[in-house]
């Protein structure tokens, strides 16, 4: 029935991202509207630039613009319910005006899938905090949408439980956030994916009917699993209001290493390595290279390795462990992985390991960096987490979050910054860097390119650029991210047309005045 996958297809390039013409045309909000809102809501949850609220533009801000600043929406009006009710009762009015709706969660998305295109009544999940049960014996927690993730975390510590997801945004973006992302995170790796830890979802759909699939049950095979619909979904299906997701026992021991490699070609050899002698207590492999390290400290994320364990390396990868059982893990890491610990603290002699590494032509790694209490381990995550935030910082970022064979990292980074060389934009008033890191784990790459200010002409040396690149590995141009607004367009460089056209069609389906979220992920 599906057609092959991935051809490479040349396709139009856009500067501007606008709603195709085969968008349908939507309502403004009115005063008319407000007065409605005002019996749905108490006044404090209604934002509005229109009488009789008339909040001053300035308040919108936040709301209106995405994190990295790159997309900016005009919206007038911002509603912020607390419970599934009155959710259900604005969509259903905003479904019979005729009004579009852009769902937000903590707003840390980076496709601009969180932002209004136009001028979408905007509704915030921000208010919806409360955590409905959880179960200590299961680990299953159910939670309003708009709880924060960090918050969650924090409530399931005490239980010896932790989220299956951990993210550089979690102090702010919302479990409602992370389930329409479908967000990857820092411990895909050992919890999987959120279509596997999502046991349930509270939905209201586009006509203001409330989906109650809250369901706390493992195992549930009762014909089509709808609420995977919505896992990902950037909000174009329906607004999530609860999930029902399983939690983790948290690891009773951890730790990271910070390891130093001469040559990026080392990388996959020493994540087999790894694999197979950490086998069941890794929990994090994460890919960063020079520039990108270089670039965190710079912006002060983490502390700075040593010079000594920086010199001569081409980029580091950061392995985490975490287990059960404090002694079992030590074991397995003084003994079975003998070879990191004697280097990184460089008071044994190397084992076994060490050797058999030695004795391919280039050792796999120079040094590394072992933590050795709870602030070090921090410090060593800190420098990872931190390089979003270090990216903008140094600039404007054009983020691509990319699916490739990880033996292709280097060679995609490589080829872009070759790409901009050849255009003339590799100086500092237009592209100061191009850099790579993420989760090699899932085979993701983040390739950032990080520039003076966002331009139409860079913009247009990268864009299909990337995607074609992309499309020549048999790779996804969204790893993670979602496609949001961004990335509409060259959906068809991940998917084939007989693909898109289904979604096309569970669009229509759920959503057959397109009022949810327009613009994203569909053109
Ligand atoms: P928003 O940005 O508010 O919204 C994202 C999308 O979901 C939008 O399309 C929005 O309409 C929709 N949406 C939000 N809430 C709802 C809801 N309740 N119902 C329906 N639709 C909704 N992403 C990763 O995958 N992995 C990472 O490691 C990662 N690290 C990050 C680090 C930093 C520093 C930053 C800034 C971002 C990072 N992100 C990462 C991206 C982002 O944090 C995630 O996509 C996150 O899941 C978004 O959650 P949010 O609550 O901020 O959602
Ligand atoms: C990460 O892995 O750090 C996040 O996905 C955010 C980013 O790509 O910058
Ligand atoms: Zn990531």
């Known amino acids: 029935m599906f057609a092959a996958r991935n051809v490479v297809r040349r396709l139009p390039q856009r500067s501007i991202r606008r709603w195709a013409h085969t968008?349908?045309?939507?309502?403004?909000?009115?005063?008319?509207?407000?007065?409605?809102?005002?019996?749905?809501?108490?006044?404090?949850?209604i934002l509005s630039t229109l009488a009789p609220i008339s909040t001053p533009v300035a308040e919108l801000s936040n709301f209106n613009n995405d994190w990295m600043n790159k997309y900016h929406g005009k919206s007038t009006t911002v509603l912020r319910p607390c419970t599934t009710k009155e959710v259900s009762e604005i969509v259903r009015w905003c479904n019979e005006r005729g009004i579009a709706i852009v769902p937000q969660g903590g707003n840390t998305g980076l496709v601009g899938g969180g932002v209004p295109i136009k001028d979408e009544l905007i509704l915030s999940l921000g208010n919806m905090t409360k955590i409905r049960s959880f179960d200590p014996v299961s680990g299953i927690i159910v939670a309003d949408s708009g709880c924060i993730l960090e918050a969650l975390s924090e409530y399931l510590a005490p239980h010896n439980y932790i989220m299956p997801l951990d993210l550089g945004a979690k102090g702010s973006?919302?479990?409602?956030?992370?389930v329409s992302t479908n967000a990857g995170g820092l411990r895909l790796l050992r919890y999987g994916s959120l279509h596997g830890s999502v046991l349930g979802l509270e939905v209201v759909l586009p006509d203001g009917t409330v989906l109650d699939q809250l369901t706390t049950l493992r195992k549930d095979n009762t014909g089509y699993d709808i609420k995977q619909l919505f896992i990902g979904a950037e909000g174009t299906l329906g607004i999530i209001t609860g999930v029902s997701i399983l939690a983790a026992p948290a690891p009773q021991a951890s730790s990271n290493v910070m390891l130093a490699l001469p040559k990026y070609e080392n990388v996959l050899p020493l994540f087999r390595e790894v694999k197979r002698q950490l086998s069941e207590i890794l929990s994090a492999f994460e890919f960063i290279?020079?520039?990108?390290?270089?670039?965190?400290?710079?912006?002060?994320?983490?502390?700075?390795?040593?010079d000594e364990d920086v010199e001569g390396a081409e980029c580091f990868v950061l392995v985490e462990t975490s287990g059960g059982k404090r002694e079992h893990d030590e074991e397995v890491r003084l003994k079975r992985f003998r070879l990191l610990c004697n280097i990184l603290t460089r008071t044994q002699k190397l084992n076994g390991l060490l050797e058999s590494l030695m004795e391919a032509d280039e050792?796999?790694?120079?040094?590394?960096?072992?933590?050795q209490s709870p602030a070090q381990f921090s410090q060593l995550w800190a420098i990872r987490e931190g390089i979003t935030e270090a990216v903008s910082k140094e600039g404007k970022a054009y983020k691509y979050d990319i699916s490739i064979p990880v033996a292709s990292f280097k060679e995609a980074v490589d080829k872009t910054r070759e790409q901009l060389r050849s255009k003339g934009l590799l100086r500092d008033d237009a592209v100061k860097h191009v850099v790579g890191y993420g989760h090699v784990g899932d085979g993701n790459l983040h390739l950032n390119v990080v520039a003076a200010a966002y331009t139409p002409e860079i913009e247009a040396a990268l864009e299909p650029f990337v995607y074609e690149l992309v499309a020549s590995y048999k790779g996804s141009i969204s790893a993670e991210h979602g496609i949001g607004v961004m990335k509409t367009h060259a959906l068809p460089y991940t998917k084939n047309p007989t693909s898109i056209e289904i979604m096309k069609r569970i669009k229509a389906l759920f959503d057959p005045k397109g009022i949810m979220n327009p613009g994203k992920v569909l053109e």
Do not use: M
């Open 363 to 371: 050792p796999l790694i120079n040094t590394g960096v072992l933590s």
């Open 289 to 306: 290279d020079r520039r990108a390290y270089e670039l965190a400290v710079k912006h002060g994320q983490g502390r700075a390795l040593n």
């Open 173 to 178: 973006c919302q479990i409602g956030g992370n």
């Open 23 to 45: 968008q349908p045309t939507f309502n403004p909000v009115t005063e008319q509207d407000i007065a409605r809102f005002q019996q749905i809501l108490p006044a404090s949850s």
